[in-house]
């Protein structure tokens, strides 16, 4: 009897088990369904956004409205510009306020500014059109980052925020193939010429998706109303976030501002983030390459467009492997040496040159497979920093806004459009960032297992001490019972400070 008995407990367990590994696998499931195809849609609108000048520029734009000089580096520079400025103000934004209501609302704003764009005459109107987009734009990715960072634990984390950035590849190569049908189509239709077509199709395509935004970005565990998420959902969720030590939102306070300048993470993330984005932007000028006839190759304005998306899909999957790689084997700082030593060579090849249209183009073809290193990264700030949710979501807006002002400055010494395709300096540049931001996290990675993981002592608000006091006496907090895990959360957590 008592053996029976005893089968009937053990079997209980295992059932209990299997119930909870199943409720978390659902939750999962949701998230992924709701929360991660609007981000990566949205992320990959953005993009359509932002490399329809690109494509307009070499579908038309650029004689119609008779850029001079350096004038298309300008484009690019209003926007980083722009990006820049709104970085902090926009984080501050999310954290004060619900991202479900802030997020989308700057969604609209840059998605009415991007049809503005077709009316331009000169090129002074798209200068001051894509420092608004730039502005507006500036919330969107460390933003998500945020929010997905409120939702999944480190073993699932690189591999969404991989298909984040992911997405973006699929947009910049779903505008190729927009403006090469648009230019085949529309081309001239009711007096406006392609270009300016796909600035107007682009609202259109955009509006609808960031009015999604409203019902489908969850907010975080504790203050979530989505409807697609039920009570037993927000539980499971918030214990898994105490489970991994990961903070929950609270207030921003100028105390927390302060203390991320006082460790050592905020300032080597400003300077090993923000070399590896400016490095990856080189294949932003491929599409010059191509229009330059290099080595006696002469391309169509249709394969101008369409030849630069092989590139994107081939970023899309070195991406989301590395990624996956990332989460399957725990090494977070191995698969950064490894995406930024690709794109270390790709620099390399184009620094020399003199290899024939092939070597060249399996330069470019590198430098597209290592952009997914600016994933890898910010996952692995984000964990770094995950002890305070304000404090991660402004390292990791900062490291954002920090890389796009580099990328407001330096592609006038790198990629000079008078030098085109062939730039003096920009490739040797772009090696050198990827060994600095290899260098960077190298040495974060060494501080973290001699002095443990950054932000543990973080000032706390008033409300946020009441609650944690209530967490670690067992207390009710707004009527839930709290298990009293800090301890065993924090030395899970511990065991990813290495990764």
Known sequence: MRLFNRRNRDDGVVGENDVHKATRTALVRRLDLFLMTYVCVSYCMKYIDQQAHSNAYVSGMKEELHFKGNEYNWVGTFFSIGYTIGTIPSQFLTARFRPSVIVPIFEISWSVLIAINAAAKNVKLIFAMRFLIGLFESIAYPGFVSVLASWYTPAELAKRVAFLQASSAAGSMFSGYLQA??????NGKHGLSGWRWLFIIDMLISLPIACSGFWLIPDTPKTSRAIWLKPHHLEEAEERMKEIGRAPKGKLTLAKVIAVFKEYPAWIIMFCYPPCIVAGQAISYFNLYLKSNPSGHKFSVYQVNLIPTGGQALQIFATIGSAALSDYFGARLAMIWVVAGIGMLGHILLSIWDIGFNGQFAGYML????????ALLLTWFSELCSADAEVRTLVIGLANGIGYAWISGFPFIMYPASQAP?????????????????????IIAILVRRYG?????????????????????????????????GDVAFDRLSAHQTR
């Open 367 to 374: 430098i597209y497979c290592a952009v997914g290193s600016g």
């Open 181 to 186: 049908a648009i230019y085949r189509g529309l």
């Open 453 to 485: 993981l950054p932000y543990q002592n973080v000032p706390k608000s008033l409300v946020e001490t009441r609650s944690e006091s209530s967490i670690e006496e067992g207390h009710e907090v707004e009527g839930e019972k709290i298990d009293t895990d």
């Open 422 to 442: 062939h730039y003096k300096y920009g490739y040797q540049m772009g090696a050198g960032f990827y060994a600095i931001a290899i260098t960077g996290c190298t």
